[in-house]
């Protein structure tokens, strides 16, 4: 499907009062991250709501106020004279873009919504070759279709926000738009996290070793360039509870979660697609929340990254001969591992680095590089936990709200069905070659 865009405006948005002019500290969890942008994109459709408002003004308006509260967010990134490959932010008020555009296309040609290259071009591409001191911290694009639905493609700087921080902003930003309340603010000083005192725990640097390759190849420049396809799968909440009910099998304590399982059923389906043999390693990597496991707590509405990479590793073949409990036993105790010991011993090791952009996909000129998770690998994002949904500016809410086409081999999304009647949708993306063995598997083997 190739979906035509026309750009009609590109408006930029200040906020609506005056913040601080300062250059706002960076802690050692955001400056590991990516200078790229999240992407998401919601799909609303025709209604005579829609049609009797105006969308851009609404959304300009609505986000000048939002970004009053959330001033970072119109500020622009600088390499930090301190080097390293550390940057700092400059919040100077120099905006966010809303690109306002139109297509032939209409809501339901997208179908089921899986994120293929169609959804690429509702969503703002930014051309990381750019000095990242023009790159804006947040890119809108809204665009209207020829059935009077509209899709709201938004990216966000991994720098200045994980998942939950982002949907913070957008929550408020929407209340502005319905003129409703109460206001949430952002608790926006990142320096909470960190401890004057040399944390007890010594973090081992062993976790954030390069995931393993295939056996027989020294690196993984092979896996790299083949072709990938992507799969936007449905698993119904019995299908979910049968996969809980066999890990729970294992389970001599508490029973593993409808993540576990989910996540673990994954982990077992792709090794047995790509076809590894017995003895290859294999990782399993997602990210954990640490607001909660800091002592004291972060605060609730604490705006920034409070995530910490986690790896569960096996080998392929202990992972399919064993039970999908022993997977999920696996994945919690990497999980389990999360404690405000090791995240004060992680962000520490982190501040003590030479040099940061070890840890980033691209390089400081915008060129990709940095460890593959592909096969024999796998990255697991889950938006299980989150307040996704009623995203509502003023119009109703999301008929669709999903990743954009950002996938690489191995990449997936575990999200849960926006009616909330405990169904997952998995967007995964996988080498062609290995997809058609991984979509039998994950129906025939729950």
């Not at 063995?437 to 994950?442: G, N, V």
């Amino acid at each position: 499907m190739v979906v035509l865009v026309t750009l009609k405006a590109t408006h930029m948005v200040r906020p609506a009062e005056p913040g601080p002019n300062e250059i706002m500290y960076l802690n050692s969890c955001d400056q590991i991250k990516d200078i790229t942008h999240t992407p998401t994109i919601y799909f609303y459709p025709h209604s005579s709501t829609l049609e009797s408002v105006n969308v851009v003004s609404i959304l300009k308006d609505s986000l000048g106020k939002a970004l009053a509260l959330f001033y970072p967010l119109s500020g622009r990134l600088n390499w930090s004279e301190e080097g390293g490959s550390r940057v700092e932010l400059h919040c100077n008020a120099k905006g966010v873009p809303i690109y306002e555009a139109e297509s032939d296309s209409a809501v339901e040609d997208f179908g089921d919504f899986t994120p293929t290259k169609a959804i690429q071009a509702l969503i703002p591409s930014v051309d990381y070759t750019t000095p990242i001191d023009e790159i804006p911290m947040v890119i809108v694009q809204v665009t209207r279709f020829r059935c009077g639905g509209v899709s709201i493609g938004l990216g966000i700087s991994h720098v200045m926000a994980d998942g939950p921080s982002a949907l913070h902003f957008i929550n408020e930003w929407t209340k502005f738009a319905r003129e409703t309340g109460p206001v949430v603010p952002p608790f926006l000083d990142r320096k909470i996290m960190e401890s004057a005192q040399k944390p007890k725990f010594k973090f081992d640097p062993a976790v954030l070793r390069p995931p393993p390759t295939l056996l027989g190849q020294e690196n993984s420049l092979d896996q790299r360039t083949k072709p990938i396809a992507v799969a936007f799968l449905c698993l119904s909440k019995i299908q979910i509870e049968k996969l809980r009910n066999k890990a729970n099998l294992d389970s001599a304590g508490r029973g593993f979660s409808r993540f576990e399982a989910v996540a673990a059923h994954i982990w077992r389906c792709t090794s047995k697609a790509r076809g590894h043999v017995a003895d290859q390693q294999t990782s399993l990597h997602f990210v954990a929340d640490f607001r909660n496991k800091l002592q004291p707590p972060l605060p609730q509405n604490y705006f920034g990254n409070a995530l910490i990479r986690v790896e569960a590793t096996d080998k392929s073949g202990n992972l399919l001969t064993n039970s999908i409990g022993t997977a999920c036993k696996k994945i919690r105790e990497s999980v389990e591992k999360v404690t405000d010991d090791t995240v004060r011993g992680y962000l520490d090791f982190l501040k003590e680095l030479p040099d940061v952009g070890r840890f980033r996909s691209l390089d400081n000129n915008g060129r990709p590089k940095g460890d593959f998770y592909g096969n024999p690998n796998l990255a697991i994002i889950s938006w299980t936990g989150l307040p996704l949904f009623g995203a509502d500016f003023g119009w109703g809410n999301e008929i669709h709200l999903g990743p954009g086409p950002m996938g690489f081999d191995g990449k997936t999304f575990i999200i849960p069905d926006r009616e909330g009647n405990g169904s997952f949708n998995v967007a995964i993306w996988l080498q062609e070659e290995n997809m058609g063995a991984f979509k039998a598997c994950f129906y025939n083997d729950i």
